[in-house]
């Protein structure tokens, strides 16, 4: 079947095909070795992308603003707190009208309940394609960048083991939408996918259940547990990254008591002696230092948190050169 890329929504990976996520990483490999040979790349000239946020950023804004104006278009940066949003226009109004003065949406809303439905609606209405730059249950930017940094790093992925670990962090009371995609997208890479966390700090049912149906259909597999030396142990992949209690609790409050009773889920130097010899420390950044982890391991020999970063921008040049300009 003949994909049909331009104009395509990227709001969740889950809705993408292998095969579909196959190009998307090839025209990723492609547009990382043209950067490093300074080859141009003006696929999308005089394109016109909106990028919405209401929350802040760093990687996410950085690497679309400056991979749209490296394929030859131009960003509008949007802060939402600016704009009539701030006073009640409805996602429908603003993806009709963005729809008419451009050529993508991307928009980032985190808002437990409301992010991923607030995308949904902008899709709905949108004539051109809507990127999701994370919400409350996903963030396909990030786990797309994090499967080629492993793909770059070990190459073929199949039975790998990789741990998604819960860590102890106070700075705010995060999303949860890191780990459902990674969870959702490892396994169906033949990857055997461990998720650790404290009770309490669960992800959907139907995360889950999802995500076990894609291991079961791609050889690959996802345990849970809640012990972080088993997550650790003999692990070839490392992410522990906290994550907020919202299935459980749907307070904002950023430090509770249950959260300081996990204050020792942490990636340490004694944690990592558990995995295997040459395993990756990787992290979605930023990290919590002194709490998430040490400095030591960040800094240290098995981190590739850098090489993850720096593919956040060719992966999301390839999402825009596909969904603004694709067949």
């Not at 690959?220 to 609790?249: C, M």
Request: charged share 25%; with cysteine.
């Amino acid at each position: 079947m003949q994909t049909i890329f331009r104009g395509k929504h990227f709001i969740t990976l889950q809705e993408w095909t292998k095969e579909e996520i196959d190009t998307l990483l090839d025209v990723s490999y492609d547009l990382k070795r043209k950067f490093a040979m300074g080859i141009p790349t003006p696929y999308l000239r005089d394109k016109t992308i909106f990028l919405m946020f209401f929350e802040q950023s760093t990687r996410t804004r950085n690497s679309m603003e400056t991979g749209i104006t490296q394929l030859g278009g131009h960003a509008n940066y949007l802060d939402t707190s600016t704009m009539q949003v701030a006073h009640g226009e409805v996602a429908k109004d603003t993806a009709i009208i963005l729809s008419r003065y451009g050529h993508a949406i991307a928009c980032r809303n985190c808002f437990w309940g409301i992010g991923n439905k607030y995308l949904r609606e902008m899709a709905k209405w949108a004539t051109v394609p809507v990127i999701n730059m994370q919400d409350d249950l996903y963030h396909p930017l990030q786990a797309i960048a994090d499967l080629m940094t492993m793909q770059e790093k070990r190459g073929d992925l199949r039975k790998a083991k990789v741990s998604v670990i819960w860590a102890y962090a106070t700075t705010h009371k995060k999303p949860i939408s890191v780990p459902v995609s990674q969870v959702l997208l490892f396994p169906r890479y033949g990857m055997d996918v461990t998720l650790a966390y404290p009770e309490g700090y669960d992800l959907p049912d139907w995360v889950i259940e999802q995500a076990k149906e894609n291991a079961e259909k791609n050889g690959g597999s996802l345990k849970i547990t809640h012990d972080q030396e088993e997550a650790y142990r003999d692990a070839d992949v490392v992410f522990p990254k906290n994550w907020g209690s919202w299935v459980t609790n749907q307070s904002t409050e950023v430090i509770d008591d249950l959260l300081q009773k996990y204050q020792g889920w942490k990636c340490t130097e004694k944690m990592m002696q558990l995995a295997s010899k040459d395993v990756l420390y990787m992290h979605a950044l930023p990290a919590d230092r002194g709490n998430e982890v040490e400095d030591s391991v960040i800094d240290g020999p098995h981190s590739v948190v850098y090489d993850e970063a720096e593919n956040r921008l060719h992966t999301a040049k390839a999402v825009m050169t596909l969904t603004m300009g694709g067949r």
